[in-house]
């Protein structure tokens, strides 16, 4: 079945950029069924919709994280990716990447989850 | 963008019957989908469309809808449910953004 899998550094700097690859093992990312997106969740705090990629190439942003995210797709690796910029301790968190269902837009398979620190 | 708000924490009997609630504008257009969250854990969808539950998903779970409110219940809750749950759906601005709700915490007692 498909499986997703966070990777990325664990600790970034102040004003640096955060940068996630999310890899799917199990199936196609260029299924046209589906977009695959990027969620956070601050500690202790509720669910952060980031934004979803088509795997065409078109993005979808939060707005109020608009200016600072960038989510891209490489099918030939069957992966996608995030890089916010600018980071502040604000933005520490788990980050998840996922699978979204077009039409209902649910989110069917998470992966595990990476806890990302924004640290000096 | 829309906002979903769902209460912070409910609590219900081993056994009993719970509803937890989703309020929003968009959810007069577009159904809910539903995430059980345990500790440490990702989420897991447990509801989503107008009542479908992913394989796996004990029958127990059921979703409804009427007006701005989406409700996901729980038919006999077990203490294995006691997590918390997230609602969300489309934004309701006719744009392909996504929301959450802030989550409600279930305690099983």
């Known amino acids: 079945q498909v499986q997703l899998q966070e990777s990325g550094p664990g600790l970034v700097k102040p004003s640096q950029t955060l940068s996630l690859t999310c890899t799917v093992s199990g199936g196609s990312i260029s299924s046209g069924d589906y977009y695959w997106s990027w969620i956070r969740q601050p500690p202790g705090k509720g669910l952060e919709w980031i934004g979803y990629?088509?795997?065409?190439?078109?993005?979808y942003y939060n707005p109020s994280l608009k200016s600072r995210v960038t989510i891209s797709v490489d099918t030939s690796k069957n992966q996608f990716s995030l890089k916010l910029s600018s980071v502040t301790a604000a933005d520490t968190a788990v980050y998840y990447c996922?699978?979204?269902?077009?039409?209902?837009?649910?989110?069917?398979?998470w992966g595990q989850g990476t806890m990302v620190t924004v640290s000096s | 963008s829309s906002e979903l708000t769902q209460d912070p924490a409910v609590s219900v009997a081993l056994g009993q019957t719970v509803r937890i609630t989703c309020q929003g504008d968009?959810?007069?257009?577009?159904?809910a989908s539903w995430y059980q969250q345990k500790p440490g854990q990702a989420p897991v969808l447990v509801i989503y469309g107008k009542n479908n539950r992913p394989s796996g998903i004990p029958d127990r779970f059921s979703g409804s809808s009427s007006g701005n409110t989406a409700s996901l219940t729980i038919t006999g809750a077990q203490a294995e449910d006691e997590a918390d749950y997230y609602c969300?759906?489309?934004?309701?601005?006719?744009?392909?953004?996504?929301?959450f709700g802030g989550g409600t915490k279930l305690t099983v007692l």
């Open positions: 990629i088509y795997y065409s190439g078109s993005t």
């Open positions: 969300n759906s489309r934004d309701s601005s006719g744009n392909h953004y996504v929301v």
């Open positions: 968009s959810l007069r257009s577009y159904y």
């Open positions: 996922a699978r979204v269902e077009i039409v209902e837009r649910a989110f069917d398979i």
